[in-house]
Nanobody, 123 residues
Framework: QLFLEESGGGLVQPGGSLRLACLGY????????IGWFRQSPGKEREYVAT????????YYADSVAGRFTISRDNSKSTAYLEMNSLKSEDTAVYYC????????????????WGQGTQVTVSS
């Protein structure tokens, strides 16, 4: 089993930045594409971004494209989500997830999930 642990969430003012990290362990991290998803109270889980096992292919939801950057450092078994120009609507619990295969936006096809980290954008 691949275990995932998110970190880096917190409270930030609108227009600010945060960097989330997702540490993987238990299995070979490079076997998996990594995705970031988020969920706000009363809303369905939303796809944010995904990256291939090598880091060479990246996709973003329209709502975050140009503001968020996904990356990974396989030597550290860690994926990142750099979030800039944050808005109140970015407030959510952010989850990283892993799947054996191509990076896709459908969360139901991800096999492993972290526990989530809260991001709150508020003045």
């Amino acid at each position: 089993q691949l275990f995932l642990e998110e970190s880096g969430g917190g409270l930030v003012q609108p227009g600010g930045s945060l960097r989330l990290a997702c540490l993987g362990y238990g299995r070979l991290f490079t076997d998996y594409a990594i995705g970031w998803f988020r969920q706000s109270p009363g809303k369905e889980r939303e796809y944010v971004a995904t990256v291939s096992w090598s880091g060479g292919t990246k996709y973003y939801a329209d709502s975050v494209a140009g503001r968020f950057t996904i990356s990974r450092d396989n030597s550290k078994s860690t994926a990142y989500l750099e979030m800039n120009s944050l808005k109140s609507e970015d407030t959510a619990v952010y989850y990283c997830a892993a799947r054996f295969g191509d990076p896709i936006s459908d969360g139901s096809d991800y096999d492993y999930w972290g526990q989530g980290t809260q991001v709150t954008v508020s003045s």
